[in-house]
């Protein structure tokens, strides 16, 4: 369950009284900038609410759906050298070797954008950041490996709700494109 310090802000208890006082118990989650986009482009896409777990990260976030981790695609706002935005998008069990990312696009250097930073560039909430619908467009950047995979879970525009769809959907709508700079346990 998330703290009452938490930016998301309905407790997982009042989520769930909320979907059982519906009849048809379906989980109602409203409308994102991320989910008003990929409708109005007509991308055919799945929702997966769970409960928000603050510091949960992409394990919570595929364990409560039943999702695999590795397809589970987290949403990174990063910035060069100049403290141009970008986004970088990574499999949930992997992290980004700024090193490798840097040298793929011609970048001195890069690094994660603290959370204040990266939700005036996204107009998301750390914890519920979407590459769909962002607020500033930014570059996007994809690890490679993750358009290989069938279908991705990704943030939906919300903390505790996933969209799942294609990965291609990523260079298609958001000119995505391919790096290879993951690595496994490294700090993002």
């Given amino acids: 369950m998330k703290s009452d310090s938490s930016?998301?802000?309905e407790s997982a208890s009042s989520y769930q009284?909320?979907?059982m006082a519906r009849k048809d118990k379906t989980p109602h989650v409203s409308e994102t900038p991320?989910?008003?986009m990929l409708r109005a482009h007509g991308v055919a896409f799945?929702?997966?609410a769970y409960d928000y777990v603050e510091h949960g990260g992409t394990g919570e976030a595929a364990r409560q759906p039943g999702l695999d981790e590795h397809a589970v695609v987290k949403t990174l706002v990063m910035q060069d050298q100049d403290a141009q935005p970008l986004i970088v998008l990574m499999h949930g069990d992997?992290?980004?070797s700024t090193k490798n990312l840097a040298r793929a696009m011609g970048a001195k250097h890069v690094e994660p954008c603290k959370p204040e930073v990266a939700q005036r560039h996204s107009g998301y909430l750390v914890g519920g950041t979407?590459?769909?619908g962002v607020r500033k467009a930014m570059r996007v950047y994809i690890e490679e490996?993750?358009?290989a995979l069938p279908r991705i879970a990704i943030n939906g525009g919300r903390c505790g709700y996933l969209v799942q769809l294609d990965p291609q959907v990523c260079v298609q709508l958001l000119g995505a494109r391919p790096v290879h700079c993951a690595?496994?346990?490294a700090p993002y």
Avoid: G, K, Y
């Fill in 7 to 9: 930016p998301c802000v």
């Fill in 17 to 19: 009284t909320r979907i």
């Fill in 34 to 36: 991320a989910t008003q």
């Fill in 46 to 48: 799945t929702e997966h």
């Fill in 94 to 96: 992997c992290s980004v």
């Fill in 130 to 132: 979407s590459p769909f």
């Fill in 145 to 147: 490996s993750i358009l």
């Fill in 183 to 185: 690595l496994s346990d």
